[in-house]
């Protein structure tokens, strides 16, 4: 499933719909939740340890001026063509707002 999060703060039921193997996009200021030592940092660390694989759109970090060194170890930076594909490889797509 693929999980296309704008949704800011992320709240923990959000977190739980979340299952291995799972590709989740965060854009516009959700990705402030990735931030190394945010709120929910140790969350998305297990999340990351089971199998679960996180990006960022580079676009939207570069308008909110944050560097990749910034996020939690493990966010992957895509781009528009890398964000097709993964919609393309996702029979299910969920948008959280």
Do not use: C
């Not at 939207?60 to 393309?88: F, P, S």
């Amino acid at each position: 499933m693929l999980h296309l999060i704008f949704q800011s703060p992320i709240n923990s039921a959000l977190l739980q719909r979340i299952d291995k193997g799972d590709d989740v996009v965060f854009f516009e200021n959700s990705i402030f939740q990735i931030y190394k030592g945010a709120l929910l940092n140790d969350e998305f660390q297990q999340i990351l340890s089971s199998r679960v694989y996180l990006y960022v759109l580079a676009v939207d970090m570069e308008v909110r001026g944050i560097e990749q060194e910034e996020l939690i170890t493990g966010v992957e930076v895509i781009d528009y063509a890398a964000l097709v594909e993964l919609t393309e490889n996702n029979k299910v797509v969920r948008t959280w707002n």
